[in-house]
């Protein structure tokens, strides 16, 4: 098989599916088993997008090779210098944004508004990270002991694995390897199988941007694999992750062995509470948005509406509405209000726990089917679904089904809310809606999760501002934000004494 370099081939159209190599040491190559895999749209899943690598552990171990080769010369750049590549990039990303955001729906599903959002974080994030390659990096402290100073300097860390999901298939990839970059480490970046073609543009943005050659390497396929090559390669200094708990937990473990730096953005099972004297209007069309824009298959979605039972029903009924109402179909067409999930496999994953809530005794509302009628047909589409009766305790409750599932709790009480809110083994973000001061205030505190919003729906990051979760929602690390570059450098601490000469 020949493989072709992303720039000298025409942007990809449905006939004529682009081949990317991995990117490695400067250049696009095949990979060493030489096979490729199909990057489909899960609107038709019949549609090729591009093609990509099924990479072999052989081809982690060149892209780390080259990665470690790059970088005492990326190392000894000035940070203002590799903060502006990335700004560049940033506005390479700006002028591309419209084509960036459509091939990323045929990519995933997500309709247009969403995509081209998604590349606007990543617009936003490079624009204000690039600028940390110019602040001050460090603190300078008093000694306790006379003719001392002490000081701290932030340091790269070496080669960084970063491995990436496919909800958000350049705005993730972006706010990982931008900081990471602007640190002064080199990476190796293997994204999601069913998005490569959206990071595989970013690093292309980015070589167009002056990133020299080996500083940034891309290596497509099989997670499994791929990813235990790169977690256990002694020469990569950290990984840096955003998936599901599970493989979040398997990475740690492997981390954990050598001591690796990790950090982890994992799972959610986010909760809306809607006190009764929220605004039923604003909760119902914050959870449309929240539960199943992205066809529930963000980190921060909705999945769960904790409410009291004085207003349960009217907003159950409102909800439903919007649901049924929602226009289902192809990303692509600007009216469409819900795209696919990512792809097949999902739709009978999805599916699997709409017969759980079932079994369980909850009352399924609307929704519950797969969908396949007319244009549909070929397409992972899923429809909007509702619960009501869900107990906290059901695994409908509990346990992050990644769909456009939302499950509504009637609970008689502010205490009881928090309690189920917090009841869960996730603690990434959560809502409240009140217009009750004092409520509102108590749930900033009470509520257990990385990220709370107060009369708003459980999503909508902000790139100046610190993104993570508690629990078993990550590691305890935080992403995006002033502290962004920190999580990919080490601290050292410095003493310069300097007493008259005697
Ligand atoms: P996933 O865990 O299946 O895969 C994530 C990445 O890990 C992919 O690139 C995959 O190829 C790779 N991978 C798979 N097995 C691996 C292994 N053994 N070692 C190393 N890497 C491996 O997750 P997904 O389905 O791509 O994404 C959905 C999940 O991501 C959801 O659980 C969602 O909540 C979570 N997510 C979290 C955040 C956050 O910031 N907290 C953001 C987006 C998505």
Redesign the pocket.
Request: net charge negative.
């Given at each position: 098989m020949a493989t072709t370099t992303p720039t000298d081939t025409t942007p990809t159209t449905a006939e004529a599916p682009r081949t990317f190599g991995n990117y490695i040491a400067g250049e696009w190559r095949p990979s060493a088993a030489d096979v490729t895999f199909d990057d489909t749209n899960p609107a038709r899943e019949r549609e090729v997008v591009a093609r990509f690598q099924r990479s072999t552990a052989a081809d982690v171990d060149a892209a780390i090779t080259a990665a470690a080769a790059a970088f005492p010369a990326w190392r000894a750049t000035p940070p203002p210098q590799r903060g502006e590549i990335i700004l560049r990039a940033a506005l390479l990303l700006e002028r591309r944004q419209a084509e960036l955001a459509r091939l990323m729906t045929r990519e995933m599903g997500k309709p247009i508004k969403e995509t081209l959002g998604d590349v606007q974080t990543g617009i936003d994030f490079g624009k204000f990270v690039a600028g940390e390659g110019r602040r001050a990096e460090g603190d300078t402290v008093p000694s306790a002991i006379p003719d001392k100073l002490c000081l701290t300097l932030r340091q790269p860390l070496g080669v960084v694995g970063i491995?990436?999901?496919?909800?958000?298939p350049l705005a993730?990839p972006a706010w990982k390897t931008f900081p990471a970059l602007v640190a002064g480490n080199t990476v190796v970046l293997?994204?999601?199988?069913?998005t490569p073609l959206s990071a595989a543009m970013l690093v292309e943005i980015l070589i167009e941007a002056g990133l020299p050659a080996g500083v940034l390497n891309f290596v497509t396929g099989?997670?499994?694999?791929?990813?235990?090559t790169?977690?256990t390669d002694p020469r990569v200094a950290m990984?840096s992750?955003?998936?599901?708990?599970?493989?979040?937990r398997?990475?740690a473990e492997?981390c954990g062995r050598d001591l690796r730096r990790c950090s982890?953005?994992?799972?959610?099972k986010n909760a809306v509470i809607v006190m009764d004297d929220g605004n039923l209007d604003e909760a119902v069309a914050a959870v449309a948005w929240a539960g199943f824009g992205t066809t529930g298959?963000?980190?921060?979605?909705t999945s769960r509406v904790i409410i009291h039972e004085r207003v349960a029903d009217a907003f159950t009924e409102r909800l439903a509405a919007a649901a049924r109402d929602l226009r289902i179909g192809d990303g692509l067409d600007p009216e469409t209000g819900m795209g696919p999930l990512?792809n097949r496999g999902r739709v009978g994953a999805v599916h699997a726990y709409t017969e759980i809530g079932e079994r369980e005794g909850a009352r399924l509302v609307t929704g519950g089917t797969p969908l396949s009628d007319g244009e549909l047909a070929g397409g992972a589409f899923y429809a909007p679904t509702v619960f009501a009766g869900v107990r906290s305790e059901m695994r409908i409750a509990q346990e992050?089904i990644?769909g456009p599932v939302v499950s509504v709790i009637p609970v008689a009480d502010y205490d009881d809310a928090i309690r189920a809110a917090n009841s869960t083994v996730y603690g990434?973000s959560c809502a409240i809606f009140t217009e009750n001061a004092r409520t509102a205030f108590r749930a900033m505190h009470d509520i257990n999760a990385g990220l709370v919003y107060i009369n708003a729906g459980t999503t909508g990051a902000e790139p100046h501002l610190p993104?993570?979760?508690t629990k078993q929602?990550?590691n305890g690390h935080r992403?995006l934000g002033r502290k962004a570059v920190e999580e990919f450098s080490e601290i050292k601490t410095v003493f310069v004494s300097y007493p008259p000469v005697k």
């Open positions: 491995i990436t999901p496919w909800n958000f993730i293997k994204p999601a199988s069913d099989p997670g499994g694999t791929l990813g235990d790169l977690v990984i992750l955003t998936g599901s708990t599970e493989v979040g398997h990475v492997l982890l953005e994992l799972g959610g298959q963000r980190c921060t979605a990512v992050e990644f990434l993104f993570g979760g929602s990550g992403e």
